[in-house]
Each structure stands twice: as C-alpha cells, then as structure tokens.
C-alpha cells in the first residue's frame, strides 16, 4: 500500500522505516527543511539503535522517500500523523501541529484518505480531526479518522514497531479498521524479513486490538501513566527503604514475583525522563480534570518524581557539605541508555540544580552529549567518563548506559580527588565499589563505604536503628 507519514522524529521515522521494511511504499513528509535536506542526503536527525540501518536498506530498495509534508500528503492511501504534541505551560498536549497537518490535509486532498493519529493525543482528538477535517476541506475530501497508538520504547524501538506485544487501532467504520489491517497484516503474522536479525526467541503473534478511536485514544494514556505510577511507586517505597535500611532491590525483586505485579518498571532511580511519561501523564491529569474526573493519584504520581532530583540532590548537600566549587562528574545525560534524548531528563534538572548551587560539572554521555548542549552550553563535554572524573568530588551515575558497568577502578581511583560514587539508577554492585575503596551510595539502598565492603552482606539484615550507618 501507498503509505504517508508526517514528521519525522522518534516516532515518525521509526514508522516510516519499518512500515518500508514489511513491504509497504512510504513517503515521509517533514516540514524542517535542514532536517529534511540531511534526511535526503542520508543524514539521521537522532540516535535510534538499527534504525539508521533500517533507513538506508529500505531507501535502496525505493521504498521509502523523503519530502515535503505536501508531497507526502499527496502519495498515500493512509496519512499517519506522527507530529509532536509536546506539552503546553498548563499541561494541555499541544495539538497545534496536529490541526496544522489536518489543515493542509483538507485543502489539498481530493478522494478518499484514511488518515491515522499516531502521535499521542488527548481522548477525542479524533472527534475534532473529523470535524476540522469537514470544515477546511475544499477539494471534496473523503476520509476515515483513526487512532494507531505507538507503543515504542526509545532504544529499541525499532525492535518494538516490528515484534509489537499488541497493535491497537480505534476506528469507527469497518473501512477503516480494514485497511489498518491490511497495513499491519505482515507483523500480526511476522512474516517479513526482519532486518535487525533479533535473536529474541521466538516472538508470539501479536494481539490485533480494534476497538473504537476514543478507547484506544485513552489506552495509550492509560498506559504510560500506569508505568509511570509504577516507577514511582518503587521510588516511593525505595525512601522509606533509606530509611529503615532495607534493600529496596529486594522489595522489588519480592514484589514482581507476583505475576500481578511484574518485575518491569519497578527500578527506583532518578525518576523518568524522556518525552513520553513525564507529558502523558500530565495531559491525562488534565484531560481528567476538563472532563470532571479526580486524578489525584496520578498527581502524587507526578509529584513523587519531581522530588527525584531533590531527594538527590539534598543526599549530595549531606555529604559534599559546601556545594559552590565542588567539582562533581556527571555519567549519562540521556534520559535512559541506548538514545540520544534528553527530553525531560533528569540529568538535565540535575545538572541544573547543582549549577546553580555552584558546583562545576564536567559530563560524559556516549551519545546525547550534542543534544545537551544546547541546554547546557557552559558545562564541561567530555571524551569519556574518567576524563569526567579528573577532580571529581563525586562521580554521579545518572543514565545507565552498559560502558558504565565495567569501571577501572584503579583508573578511576587516580583521577578522582575523593572516592565517592553516588549511583542514582543503582546500576553498580555496592560491594563492588567499596571493594575497590569508594564511598558507595545508591537510591534505596543502605550506603557501602569502604570498611564495611566484606560485611555488606548483611548489612541489610541489621536491625532497624542497629548500629548501621544511616542510609544514604
Ligand atoms: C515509554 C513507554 O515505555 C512506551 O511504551 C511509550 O510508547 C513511550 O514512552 P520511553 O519513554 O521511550 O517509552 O522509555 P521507557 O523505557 O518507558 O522509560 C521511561 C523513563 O522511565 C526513563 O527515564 C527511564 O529511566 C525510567 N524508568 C523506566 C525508571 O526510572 N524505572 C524503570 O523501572 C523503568
């Protein structure tokens, strides 16, 4: 099938590219012009795992090109909308781009399209597309509206578009809910040629979920605010565990035992980042709060992670004392591994904080160090993390990228001006650190300094208020 895709970020590429690779001919429109001339000379706008691969196979084979979102309006049968709604001050999805695309939609199109919400948008957004879409139309458009929730993890997100858990589609004509079908009809039976050779086992075939556009408008939602609510849920529980001294990677490992429950999502660390949680769940409270409904437990959801950064940040004060001229080392600026997104990061609220309290931050990031720039342009890049370290009052683990768990010790022991490790994705062995002489402190977790290194494994068995050290 002819295939339009509007925009071309994290989601809007990944669905250009793959829908090219299970067979389909796709154009994708993108209104950036730099970024639309670096497309068409092959040059990718972010990091996406496999997916510049997935580009350049589908490109040879002539099935998918980049243009203007004009020219990809004009080619498809089926127009996805992939373009950003990022939130507004008051914590409304901005649909500016969304009306703007279903504008020029209806002013340039004749004949039947079906065109497919794929950005996440507010519940009965497709209710006002349909009736924007009849008011500008001028050319004697016919059209279904339909919702295509992305369930795309950045990182692998390629992986996620191709080997799906489910597809859910809203739809509201049988037309419509036929022809998404047809479209996603080779990975509901995975037969097309994977082009990232995953060695996952054997995947299950995909649920094909249709239901109608405003039930699976709120699944997406829904979704992503019941994950965020685990992460903080976790984070919740990991305080009182710095507390009482418990192990709060126990409680979680206990915990997603239970079926019900799941191990997935359930990592405390420095909060969730990323463009995704942190604008859904606050479009979601105010969709809630437009329609009357009470939202407050994902308000406390909210709440939680904004005091990440915080609770952090108040554990540092304790042990650097006096911020202003501290020489701290920032690892990972991205807002999760494996992406080059700082969108909502953490890192960023970190970095901020601890900048304006004073403190000098030198940081290394395998790949979004770019981005984080234009946030950040007075802070020291390095080439990698023990350059970071040199001076360092303290090493924060902040984005737990893999080349942070194989550390030198003695390398790092050299660079550093005092042994301190603050891991705030509790990414390291604690025992770990303290074997090689550092200071250990992570989320949740009863701190390790070096003398206790050999007895750590039973600090956590000391009762409440023993003559165990505070947590961190
Ligand atoms: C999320 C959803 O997972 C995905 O289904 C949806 O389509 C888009 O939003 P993404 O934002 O790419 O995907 O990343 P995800 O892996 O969900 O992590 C989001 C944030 O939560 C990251 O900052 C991550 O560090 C944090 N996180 C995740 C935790 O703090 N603890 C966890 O256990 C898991």
Not at 403 to 415: A, C, G, Y
Not at 423 to 442: I, K, Q, V
Request: hydrophobic residues 40%.
């Amino acid at each position: 099938m002819k295939i339009s895709v509007i925009g071309a970020g994290y989601v809007g590429l990944t669905t250009a590219a793959c829908l090219a690779q299970i067979g389909h001919d796709v154009f994708c429109g993108e209104s950036d012009v730099p970024k639309l001339a670096n497309l068409q000379n092959g040059v990718m706008p972010l990091f996406e795992p496999h997916l510049e691969d997935v580009i350049k196979s589908v490109r040879k084979g002539d099935r998918l090109r980049f243009g203007s979102t004009e020219e990809a309006i004009a080619w498809g049968d089926a127009i996805f909308i992939c373009v950003g709604t990022p939130p507004l001050p008051n914590g409304d999805a901005d649909l500016s781009a969304i009306e703007k695309v279903a504008r020029a939609i209806a002013k340039q199109v004749s004949g039947y399209r079906l065109i497919i919400e794929k950005s996440t948008v507010p519940v009965q957004t497709g209710a006002q597309l349909r009736k924007h879409l009849s008011v500008h139309s001028t050319h004697g458009l016919e059209y279904d509206v339909a919702s295509n929730p992305e369930f795309l993890r950045e990182g692998t997100s390629v992986e996620d578009f191709l080997h799906p858990d489910r597809i859910v589609i809203g739809a509201d004509s049988p037309r419509a809910a036929d022809l998404l079908r047809e479209i996603y009809e080779p990975i509901v039976q995975q037969k097309f040629t994977c082009p990232i050779h995953l060695s996952c086992p054997k995947r299950e075939q995909p649920i094909f979920l249709a239901t109608d556009t405003s039930s699976a408008e709120l699944i997406k939602h829904a979704s992503n605010s019941f994950l965020a609510m685990k992460i903080s849920f976790i984070n919740m529980v990991a305080n009182l565990c710095e507390v009482v001294g418990a192990d709060v990677t126990k409680v979680s490992q206990g915990m997603g035992l239970d079926p019900r429950i799941g191990p997935a999502f359930l990592n405390p660390g420095i909060g969730f980042g990323g463009f995704c949680f942190p604008k859904d769940v606050q479009a979601f409270i105010r969709i809630a709060e437009k329609s009357g409904c009470d939202f407050s437990l994902l308000k406390e959801v909210e709440k939680i992670n904004q005091h990440r950064v915080e609770h952090i940040v108040e554990k540092l004060r304790n042990e650097l004392w006096v911020m202003r001229g501290k020489k701290l080392a920032v690892w990972g600026l991205a807002f999760k591994p494996n992406t080059d997104d700082v969108r909502f990061a953490p890192s960023l609220a970190l970095i901020k904080t601890l900048v304006d309290e004073g403190a000098i931050v030198s940081a290394y990031d395998p790949e979004a160090m770019e981005k984080a720039k234009a946030a950040f342009p007075d802070i020291n890049y390095c080439s990698d993390p023990y350059e970071a370290a040199k001076g360092a009052d303290v090493v924060l683990i902040v984005t737990e990228w893999d080349e942070f768990r194989q550390i030198d010790w003695d390398r790092l022991s050299t660079v550093v001006e005092r042994p301190l490790i603050v891991d705030c994705r509790n990414m390291l062995n604690p025992s770990e650190a303290a074997d090689h002489g550092f200071h250990y402190f992570s989320v949740g977790r009863p701190p390790v300094l070096p003398a206790q290194a050999s007895s750590v494994a039973f600090a956590a068995s000391s009762p409440v208020g023993g003559s165990r050290q505070k947590s961190f």
